[in-house]
């Protein structure tokens, strides 16, 4: 199993450009969320899907869209890369299993720099 | 609305003395509570979780942390400081499945010979 994986590990953009964060986990879990953390914030959430086909936005969404159009996969998208995106991005995945208590398991994050 | 905080911002021990990183919480529900680790550009990983099975929930490499819910508290602990624990510690809760994560800010933990 190598649980949740993250592409690319390393990105460096410019203001305005684009670019997709790929997410994949072989767990079969249901729900797949996306957090940036930059120092001192801890870790917050952008987007989270409870399910293939459906997203929705946590605390810090604007600028950031998603898609989950197959189970195992959860898709981050920049449209215009802005100077305070420049953060690390972990993406994590739950099961459904009320009894796993969330407990979430994460990928090794995706450091993007915006220039 | 659930939030967590972690009392200390950095924590600096001498090895072999013990660790006490703080964590208070606030959650309407009953929550679950976490505590991760993450050293230097590396990943998050789970230490321990309280599910209410235990107050007392033990984890890996030592630590241990004791849910208090009449002081809303969720503190780790370890007897014993080595120079591999230095890294930063995040306390977490959660009200569920298909929920967000809340993190506290983070305590750095510094360890010195």
């Known amino acids: 199993n190598a649980g949740v994986t993250q592409t690319p590990k390393f990105r460096v953009l410019k203001t305005g450009q684009s670019m997709t964060l790929l997410c994949a986990q072989d767990?079969?879990?249901?729900?797949m969320y996306w957090y940036r953390q930059d120092p001192g914030m801890g870790l917050r959430l952008i987007h989270y899907s409870v399910g293939e086909g459906t997203t929705a936005k946590g605390e810090v969404p604007d600028g950031y869209n998603v898609s989950r159009l197959k189970k195992q996969n959860f898709l981050l998208g920049l449209e215009s890369a802005a100077p305070s995106q420049t953060s690390v991005y972990f993406c994590?995945?739950?099961?459904?299993?009320?009894?796993?208590?969330?407990?979430?398991?994460f990928g090794p994050g995706t450091r993007l720099t915006v220039l | 609305a659930q939030s967590v905080t972690q009392l200390d911002s950095h924590v600096s021990v001498s090895e072999g003395t013990p660790v006490l990183l703080r964590c208070n919480y606030s959650s309407s529900y009953s929550p679950s509570l976490f505590w991760y680790v993450q050293h230097p550009n590396k990943g998050l990983q789970l230490l321990l979780k309280y599910t209410s099975a235990a107050t007392l929930v033990k984890g890996i490499n030592g630590f241990e942390a004791e849910f208090k819910k009449s002081e809303t508290s969720f503190h780790l602990t370890k007897p014993s400081a080595h120079m591999s624990d230095a890294a930063e510690y995040f306390c977490?809760?959660?009200?569920?499945?298909?929920?967000?994560?809340?993190f506290g800010k983070g305590t750095t933990l510094s360890v010195s010979s």
């Open positions: 977490v809760v959660s009200e569920g499945a298909g929920t967000a994560l809340i």
């Open positions: 994590a995945s739950s099961p459904l299993d009320r009894g796993s208590w969330n407990e979430q398991f």
């Open positions: 767990m079969n879990h249901e729900y």
